[in-house]
Every structure is written in structure tokens, then in C-alpha cells.
């Protein structure tokens, strides 16, 4: 089924169960699916079936195909969120389409985490844990001094087909062989930290080549998944620091197609960039670009504007443009559920330094527009003089259908997380909200959803927040992290960083469960320390989801390598 030629895996799509649905050909050929690698979750498997990319000999960019998901008692939905088997039941571990009832599956026996050290011995590193244990598996050293290797790093699927999914590393500093900078990035081996192919980037100038990366479909037809990369800085052809987003070709790096900021000098377009969900109907990802300095040529300076791209060929398929200079219109993206019933997501995005008539200043604001054609959904503005609503935007939970945005003060220290709900009928309302326990903390900063024990279809994840500038007990800005209940807002448990100037917590995500608890674990870092008054090497952690005990501690190897600024899990 589906047009365009088969891609070589659809042979082995005969195990395949469930409709030929055209959102099920991504690679045209009968129920083919996709597992995201950035949260794990199936896309384009319908109800009572799962999507399983072992049953793909050479699965690319982790795409396999539905089959029907069963747990100890009955039929569960793994369709998009893993959450709808019965208490008892964990996401089942099928090998054959028809084998009736299927064992619980097993806790993840190991995964594997990238943690990147930007200023390891002025060159930067980036290392590969075992997420079981945080033994080294391998490590990776930069070229140059002063490159900053490991300033990010983005996962963007099995590349190489050696059932392990790959990874985007940048050198935003990195110049080239006449002193001039560029940045540059590196495509490594999940598997071993073998160099793929590498890149320098096109802006001189840059520092932010490859600071955001997205994995997409094929696009080019060469059946290897290809990739997003923006450099939002740096002389491109319109001036200084306009900006580009390209689209590279996953085989060799080379460019398929770009596109370049239309407005005028320091707009940085690609700050912000999100791969998104088909919206065109042709089978490939699109892309959803924020630029919050966007500046009109006409007038206006600094109104923000955020763009959708075709993933095919990068032709802007709408865009909207703020009205109010320096308020960081287009920022922090997000892709909900559809919220119009055109069956196509929505999108989100902030405003976190919208100002309205005096005393309304910098309250912030948040944007829902539809994702097919921009028009407008929904509008909620702060409720007090620089509350900065919308400093923060989560994830979109998947049970009660809604997001969750927070709001951080630099002028009263105020700051609380809000959960609000995209439902129809119930756009915008509050569904709760919960205020920082001491001013200026950062209460809020990160918001990250983590699964919960016995979790049914229609729950909602527990909520992983941040407070990286808590004062506790160890001293100022030790930091603080809660994990609250989803449905809520009440704490579960609480974990205070162990010294003064840890920032606990100012980088955290959510992993697969490793202690058989059906829980997430949580990985957190002490990185983005203040160097000029802490003397403690950083370090990263691997909580219990269940109740933040450390299983294990990885301290950096030098001082101020900035060991955890960036972390990431692979499959």
C-alpha cells in the first residue's frame, strides 16, 4: 500500500496486524510505526496495538510495525503513552502477532546515557553510561581547545542500522583551518562513539551551529532517516546573526534543503525549533520554528514570529508574527493533541515577556494555534506585574488532556507551575496549580512528565519539577527537585541538592524503568554550578523514580568541566 516505492523493510511488515491507515505509512507500505527516541512514545498504531521496531531487521529511526498489545488480563492501548494496561500489567514484550496472553514484561535490563562535559580540559567530552550501573561504555574527546565539544547533543535515531540509536554532537566554537570560527557538528555511533560523518557549519562567526537538532523521516530516498539542525547565529546572506535552519542528509551530512531568516540583522532564526507530527499529508515530519527577536523589515523590532516548515522541502507553510516589541513571542514550543478536531496536533508557544497597559508589565503569555493552519485557538495572559508567564513550558500530558507552563519572576521571586487543559469544552481552564515554597528559586524552570505505578488510560503522568536555586539545608542555591501527582499537584517525594552552589536539579530527564517498579528513574545533574564560588566537581544521578534514592552517583573528572551540562538516553 501507499505510493512512492517501498522501503526495503516493508518485507518484513507481513507480521503486521491492524489497518492500512494512510497515518500508519510513514515509509508507504502497511502499518509501518514509529517510536520516538526523545520520550519513548508509539505514533501511528491504532487502538489495542503497539508499535514494535524489533520485528524490523534493521529497524531505521526505530520504525516498526503495530501489533496487538496484551497484558496478564486483557487487551491494553499502547498506542501513544504506554499508560492504558490494567495496574497489574507493564508495556507487554510480544514476539508473535496471534500469541494470545503474554508474559509482564521485564524491567529495561540497561540503557544507555550520553553526558556531555563542554569545558573538559578547554576541548570538551562527551561520555556514554550504562544506565544501569553508570559504568563507562565509551567516551568521546573534541579536536580543539576552546571548541566547547558536548555543548549539545541531540539523539536522532538508529542511523547506521546497528539497532542503536545515534546522536548529533556540537562544537559551536570550532574553527576552521584559517582561524576562522564556524562551529561544527558530529554525527557518533550510539554504539560505540565512532564518527559518522562530521560538518562545519556555514555561518561565519557562529556559536550556535547544532544547538538544536530534530530527527526526521527519509526525505532524500535513500531510505536512512534525515535531520534538523539549526545555526540561529553567525553572517549568513541577509546579515549578522540572521539565522538558518537546514535540513541534512542522515547518510553524509550534506544539505537537502535550508531556509534562512526573512527578517533583518540579530533575528537568530532557529533559535527555536520542534519536529513536529505530519500536518501536509505527505507522509514526513514537519518543522515549527520560533523566532522571538524577529524584527519586521517594515517596523517593529524584536516582535517574534514563529514559522511551520515543510519537512519535505522547507517551504513556510504559515507563520504568525507578534505585536509587541521585546516580549519573546515564539519561544519555548510545544506540540499538544488536537485541540480544533481536524484530527491534525496543535501547537503552543510562549510569550514570557508580553506586556499589556501599565501595571500589566512582562505578566508573559502562551499561544495555542492550530498546527494546520496557524489559526488562532487560545490565549491566557499573567496575572500580575512580571510574573513572566510562560518562562517555561512542559510536556503535553497524555491522560486529562493538557500542558503544563510556569511562570519565574526575576523582580519578586514569585514562581508556581500550572497545569492547564487542552480538552474541548475546557480550553485554558486551570486544572491545578502549585506555588514555590521560598522566593527566587527557580521553581519551575524544568517541568518533565514521568510514569506512574498502575497508570490506566485517562491518568495522568506524575510531574517532575525543578528549583535549582533553593536554599536548603546544605546552603545557598543547593537546590531542590519534586516529583508531584498528575492529577493533583500533591508532593510525593522531595530531594534537596547535598552543597551550596550544587543547582541541583538544573538539568533532569526522565528514563526507562531499571528496578522493575514500573516507575521511570530520573537522571539529574549538578552542572550549571556558579564556578566563581563552588569548588565541587559536578556530577550527575540516577534517582528512583519511585522515591529519589540514589542508585548511582558519576562525578566529573576535573573541576569545572561542566560534567552533565547536557544529557540524553539512547534505546
Not at 484530527?343 to 502562551?366: M, N, Q, T
Amino acid at each position: 500500500a501507499g505510493g512512492g516505492g517501498l522501503h526495503p523493510n516493508c518485507a518484513q511488515t507481513n507480521a503486521c496486524i491492524g489497518p492500512d491507515s494512510p497515518n500508519g505509512n510513514e515509509y508507504g507500505c502497511q502499518c509501518t510505526c514509529y517510536v520516538d527516541p526523545s520520550d519513548w512514545s508509539d505514533h501511528n498504531c491504532p487502538y489495542g496495538f503497539y508499535c514494535n521496531p524489533d520485528i524490523l531487521p534493521n529497524p531505521l529511526l526505530n520504525f516498526g510495525v503495530c501489533q496487538p498489545a496484551f497484558c496478564g488480563n486483557g487487551i491494553c492501548d499502547n498506542s501513544e503513552n504506554f499508560s492504558t494496561c490494567p495496574s497489574e500489567c507493564e508495556r507487554p514484550v510480544l514476539t508473535q502477532a496471534d500469541s494470545g496472553t503474554q508474559p509482564i514484561a521485564p524491567p529495561q535490563s540497561d540503557f544507555v546515557t550520553v553526558i556531555s562535559a563542554p569545558e573538559f580540559q578547554g576541548v570538551g567530552k562527551v561520555y556514554a553510561l550504562s544506565g544501569k550501573t553508570g559504568a563507562e561504555k565509551w567516551s568521546k574527546l573534541g579536536e580543539n581547545s576552546g571548541d566547547r565539544f558536548g555543548l549539545h547533543i541531540g539523539v536522532v535515531g538508529d542511523i547506521d542500522g546497528d539497532g542503536t540509536n545515534d546522536i548529533v554532537v556540537n562544537a559551536p566554537y570550532k574553527k576552521n583551518g584559517y582561524g576562522s570560527q564556524y562551529g561544527k557538528i558530529y554525527l557518533l555511533s550510539g554504539h560505540d562513539g565512532t564518527e559518522l560523518w562530521s560538518r562545519m557549519g556555514e555561518h561565519l562567526y557562529s556559536d550556535t551551529f547544532g544547538n538544536e537538532v530534530g530527527p526526521i523521516n527519509d526525505v532524500d530516498g535513500d531510505t536512512i532517516p534525515d535531520i534538523v539542525v539549526s545555526d540561529s547565529s553567525g553572517y549568513g546572506s541577509i546579515g549578522a546573526d540572521t539565522g538558518e535552519v537546514y535540513l541534512l542528509s542522515g547518510k553524509d551530512g550534506s544539505i537537502i534543503w535550508s531556509r534562512e531568516g526573512e527578517g533583518t540583522n540579530y533575528d537568530y532564526f532557529g533559535e527555536e525549533v520542534l519536529v513536529v507530527n505530519d500536518v501536509t499529508g505527505d507522509q514526513i515530519r514537519d518543522v515549527l520554528v520560533g523566532v522571538p527577536s524577529y524584527t519586521n523589515p517594515f517596523g517593529g523590532s524584536n516582535l517574534g514570529k514563529v514559522y511551520l516548515l515543510s519537512g519535505e522541502d522547507g517551504v513556510i507553510l504559515w507563520s504568525r508574527e507578534g505585536f509587541v516589541q521585546g516580549s519573546d513571542f515564539g519561544g519555548n514550543l510545544l506540540q499538544l493533541e488536537d485541540v480544533d478536531g481536524d484530527d491534525i496536533k496543535d501547537v503552543l508557544f510562549s510569550e514570557k515577556s508580553f506586556s499589556d497597559l501599565y501595571p500589566e508589565i512582562e505578566v508573559g503569555a502562551i499561544h495555542a494555534f492550530s498546527g494546520a493552519t496557524g489559526g488562532f485557538l487560545y490565549y491566557k495572559k499573567g496575572e500580575y506585574y512580571s510574573e513572566s508567564l510562560g518562562f517555561s513550558i512542559g510536556e503535553a500530558a497524555a491522560g486529562i488532556e493538557g500542558f503544563f507552563v510556569s511562570s519565574i519572576s526575576d523582580y519578586h521571586g514569585k514562581e508556581k507551575i500550572q497545569f492547564i487543559s487542552t480538552e474541548t469544552g475546557y480550553l485554558g481552564n486551570v486544572i491545578w496549580s502549585k506555588q514555590n515554597e521560598s522566593l527566587f528559586d527557580f521553581f519551575g524552570e524544568r517541568v518533565l512528565l514521568v510514569k506512574n505505578i498502575g497508570m490506566k488510560q485517562g491518568d495522568v503522568e506524575d510531574v517532575l519539577v525543578n528549583a535549582s536555586q533553593f536554599d536548603g539545608a546544605a546552603g545557598v542555591d543547593a537546590g531542590k527537585i519534586y516529583l508531584l501527582n498528575g492529577e493533583n499537584g500533591n508532593e510525593i517525594w522531595t530531594k534537596e541538592g547535598v552543597a551550596a552552589d550544587d543547582f541541583f536539579g538544573k538539568i533532569l530527564i526522565s528514563t526507562p524503568d531499571i528496578t522493575g517498579d514500573d516507575l521511570d528513574e530520573i537522571l539529574v545533574s549538578t552542572a550549571s554550578y556558579d564556578s566563581t564560588t563552588s569548588t565541587r566537581t559536578s556530577r550527575v544521578y540516577l534517582l528512583s523514580g519511585k522515591d529519589g534514592s540514589i542508585l548511582w552517583e558519576k562525578v566529573g573528572e576535573n573541576f569545572n568541566d561542566r560534567f552533565g551540562e547536557q544529557i540524553t538516553v539512547l534505546k
